[in-house]
Structures are given as structure tokens and as C-alpha cells.
């Protein structure tokens, strides 16, 4: 015989102690009447309680769990970006032969509102990223993968990061290329479909790193004035802003 669960248990002490009350309450008033009448009532306010619990203080509850797990998240896309994120997206956004037709789009500004990200994030889903692989040095990308690769093993560890989908292809197409560099004993005279390949793989995290780097920009001008302004004096993509250590 299975045992009961204390669920259960507890349900069924809890009943008995509010019918032995019950009892209690006839026992001294005689009044079934207006026992059945509060009892009734209080029933009928249950559906109520429900709600307020189960709708309106669990969404509630809820959203500030969702806050507190996505200020975490941020906090590891900032360290993503400090670390190697924008040292990478500076060095191959130098490698796209097309960097001048969305360069201005990416200059942004404390005028930016919401509209202005998600309209620019909007109109680079349809930009075709590309680099010149003949461009790419190859062994500095390599490098400054693997001089990093401690930090992002532990950024990708990080439960957190489940939450977001889109920074986790990020880190995982960063790996894959990481791993496509390291596999092979030379980086020099490689044939044209090794290239092909690595020029794909360099694609993919360039396209992701952009996206990724818009929307982390919308979120400290958002939240954390003081490091936006850092941010926009580090911008690769304005001439203006102080340039980007991207030595390996």
C-alpha cells in the first residue's frame, strides 16, 4: 500500500479540525441556520481568494522574479561584452566590405529612443553580413577566442543564460568557431572550401554579435545611464568614439 503524501495527510487533519470547530459552535449556539449561512459564505469567497493568489499575486510574484533573472542576465551579457564581445564585433566589422551602408544606422546616440533600436534591429534582419576572409586574420581571431575561453566556458555555464536564446546561440557559434580554428594545424594556405567554411562561421557570430550588442545598448540606456555613456564613447561603429583595444 502506497503511503499517503503529507499533503493529504495535512488536508485531512485540517478538515476534521474545522468540522470539530464547527461542531464546537453548534454545540454552544444551537444555530445551524447561520452556521450554514457563514459557511456558504465563506465557500462562496474561496473562488475569490483563488483568483487574488493564483492570478493577480502570483503575476506579480512572477514578474519580479522575471526583473531579478533578467538584471542577472544582463550582468553576464555586460561581461560578455567587456570582456570580448565588443573587441570582437569591433575587428570584424572592420572585415565587412558593406560596414559603410549601416554604419551611421549603428551610431547611437542619447536621442535614441525604444522606436529608434527596434526600428534599426528591424531593418538589419535584412542585411546580409559578410567579411572578407582574405581580410580576417584568422590567427588573431583565434587567439583572442582562447585567451578568453575560461570566461566564456563560464558565461555559458551559467544557468541564467537559459533565458535568453538568442545570447546562447551567440556563445555557442562563437565556440563552434573557436573550435574550427583550433582544429586545424594551419591557418595559412587553407583551400578555397576551408575558407568558405570559416567565412560562414565568422558570418554568423558577426550577425549575432550585432543584434545582441543593439539590444544590450537599449537596455543600459534604459537602466544604467552612466554605462551607456561608456558604451557610446566605445561605439566600433562611430569614428568618434575612443577606439577599441583589439589586441590578442
Given at each position: 500500500?502506497?503511503?499517503?503524501?503529507?499533503?493529504?495527510?495535512?488536508?485531512?487533519?485540517?478538515?476534521?479540525?474545522?468540522?470539530?470547530?464547527?461542531?464546537?459552535?453548534?454545540?454552544?449556539?444551537?444555530?445551524?441556520?447561520?452556521?450554514?449561512?457563514?459557511?456558504?459564505?465563506?465557500?462562496?469567497?474561496?473562488?475569490?481568494?483563488?483568483?487574488?493568489?493564483?492570478?493577480?499575486?502570483?503575476?506579480?510574484?512572477?514578474?519580479?522574479?522575471?526583473?531579478?533573472?533578467?538584471?542577472?542576465?544582463?550582468?553576464?551579457?555586460?561581461?560578455?561584452?567587456?570582456?570580448?564581445?565588443?573587441?570582437?564585433?569591433?575587428?570584424?566589422?572592420?572585415?565587412?566590405?558593406?560596414?559603410?551602408?549601416?554604419?551611421?544606422?549603428?551610431?547611437?546616440?542619447?536621442?535614441?529612443?525604444?522606436?529608434?533600436?527596434?526600428?534599426?534591429?528591424?531593418?538589419?534582419?535584412?542585411?546580409?553580413?559578410?567579411?572578407?576572409?582574405?581580410?580576417?586574420?584568422?590567427?588573431?581571431?583565434?587567439?583572442?577566442?582562447?585567451?578568453?575561453?575560461?570566461?566564456?566556458?563560464?558565461?555559458?555555464?551559467?544557468?541564467?543564460?537559459?533565458?535568453?536564446?538568442?545570447?546562447?546561440?551567440?556563445?555557442?557559434?562563437?565556440?563552434?568557431?573557436?573550435?574550427?580554428?583550433?582544429?586545424?594545424?594551419?591557418?595559412?594556405?587553407?583551400?578555397?572550401?576551408?575558407?568558405?567554411?570559416?567565412?560562414?562561421?565568422?558570418?554568423?557570430?558577426?550577425?549575432?554579435?550585432?543584434?545582441?550588442?543593439?539590444?544590450?545598448?537599449?537596455?543600459?540606456?534604459?537602466?544604467?545611464p552612466y554605462l551607456f555613456s561608456l558604451a557610446m564613447r566605445q561605439n566600433p561603429?562611430?569614428?568618434?568614439?575612443?577606439?577599441?583595444?583589439?589586441?590578442?
Amino acid at each position: 500500500m502506497e503511503r499517503v503524501s503529507w499533503q493529504i495527510r495535512i488536508s485531512l487533519v485540517l478538515i476534521g479540525l474545522s468540522a470539530v470547530f464547527y461542531w464546537i459552535q453548534y454545540e454552544i449556539f444551537r444555530d445551524a441556520h447561520h452556521i450554514f449561512l457563514f459557511l456558504l459564505g465563506d465557500i462562496a469567497f474561496v473562488f475569490i481568494e483563488v483568483m487574488l493568489v493564483t492570478v493577480i499575486i502570483h503575476e506579480l510574484m512572477d514578474q519580479r522574479d522575471k526583473n531579478a533573472r533578467l538584471q542577472k542576465l544582463n550582468i553576464i551579457i555586460g561581461a560578455f561584452f567587456d570582456e570580448v564581445g565588443t573587441k570582437l564585433l569591433a575587428y570584424l566589422s572592420d572585415c565587412d566590405p558593406k560596414l559603410n551602408s549601416i554604419k551611421d544606422e549603428l551610431v547611437v546616440t542619447n536621442a535614441w529612443t525604444e522606436k529608434d533600436f527596434k526600428a534599426t534591429s528591424e531593418r538589419l534582419k535584412k542585411y546580409d553580413y559578410d567579411v572578407q576572409i582574405g581580410k580576417v586574420d584568422l590567427e588573431h581571431v583565434r587567439d583572442l577566442l582562447s585567451n578568453e575561453r575560461d570566461i566564456l566556458l563560464r558565461l555559458l555555464e551559467n544557468p541564467n543564460i537559459l533565458e535568453h536564446a538568442k545570447f546562447t546561440e551567440l556563445l555557442q557559434a562563437i565556440f563552434h568557431l573557436n573550435s574550427e580554428l583550433i582544429a586545424r594545424d594551419t591557418l595559412h594556405m587553407m583551400t578555397e572550401v576551408d575558407l568558405e567554411h570559416l567565412a560562414g562561421d565568422i558570418k554568423r557570430v558577426y550577425g549575432y554579435i550585432v543584434d545582441q550588442w543593439l539590444a544590450y545598448m537599449l537596455y543600459l540606456k534604459n537602466n544604467y545611464p552612466y554605462l551607456f555613456s561608456l558604451a557610446m564613447r566605445q561605439n566600433p561603429f562611430d569614428q568618434n568614439a575612443s577606439p577599441v583595444v583589439v589586441e590578442a
